[in-house]
């Protein structure tokens, strides 16, 4: 009785031992997996953080760009601006003022 009793104890060491090396395998695999993955997220996240940095500088250089349009609006409206565009281009001048050409020589 004593050697059938040995031989299935060391069965079941067998089978555990192949069960514990099925599992380590298997924690193994998906800690690779995790890993794999784990980087591709971090080369996303790069990434977006650089086309995140992209749209805010963009962003801000649309914001200038309304400011700067905002100022051109109410200089536009001014009467500075009304008679610079009456002397260039309709050739008006101010009552008083000589206007002088240069000669084609």
Known sequence: MKSKKGK???????GNRVALIGVTLVVLSLAVVVNIKS???????LEFQIREENLEAEKQSELDRKAALEER?????????????????????????ILLKPSNN
């Open 8 to 14: 299935a104890q060391k069965k079941d060491k067998w």
């Open 39 to 45: 980087a591709s997220l971090k080369q996303r996240d």
């Open 73 to 97: 609006e109410i200089y536009v409206q001014s009467k500075q601006y009304i008679e610079e565009v009456a002397k260039e281009k309709l050739g008006l001048v101010n009552p008083g003022e």
